[in-house]
Nanobody
Framework: VQLQAYGGGLVQAGGSLRLSCAAS????????MGWFRQAPGKEREFVST????????HYADSVRGRFTVSRDSATNSVYLQMNSLKPEDTAVYYC????????????????????WGQGTQVTVSS
């Protein structure tokens, strides 16, 4: 399975960006898909995930109400609509996916995801 993320860029604070991630080479359904991010000098952190069916979403407290995750099962894609961006949102954003189901308490842990995209840079200027 390969994940290809794109859509990052430079935006002013208060602006919006939409990240996309498409999966290919799938051999089994990707039940969990989502996004993590890593800022310079910091560890990779959870941003948001979504399950395939039913559509259950999870968000980090720092992005809840500003970011919206969605997915398209027909194209095996996951999206992240980011509004009201802040300078502290600056990071490399990675899409992640996993085939097997995991319990809710585990979805925020990077180590449970089997597949990762290459990352796309998001820079928010003040």
């Amino acid at each position: 399975v390969q994940l290809q993320a794109y859509g990052g860029g430079l935006v002013q604070a208060g602006g919006s960006l939409r990240l996309s991630c498409a999966a290919s080479g799938i051999t089994s359904p990707l039940y969990h898909m989502g996004w993590f991010r890593q800022a310079p000098g910091k560890e990779r952190e959870f941003v948001s995930t979504i399950t395939s069916s039913p559509r259950v979403t999870h968000y980090a407290d720092s992005v809840r109400g500003r970011f919206t995750v969605s997915r398209d099962s027909a194209t095996n894609s996951v999206y992240l609509q980011m509004n009201s961006l802040k300078p502290e949102d600056t990071a490399v954003y990675y899409c992640a996916a996993r085939s097997g189901r995991i319990i809710t308490s585990m979805v925020r842990r990077a180590e449970v995801y089997d597949y990762w995209g290459q990352g796309t840079q998001v820079t928010v200027s003040s």
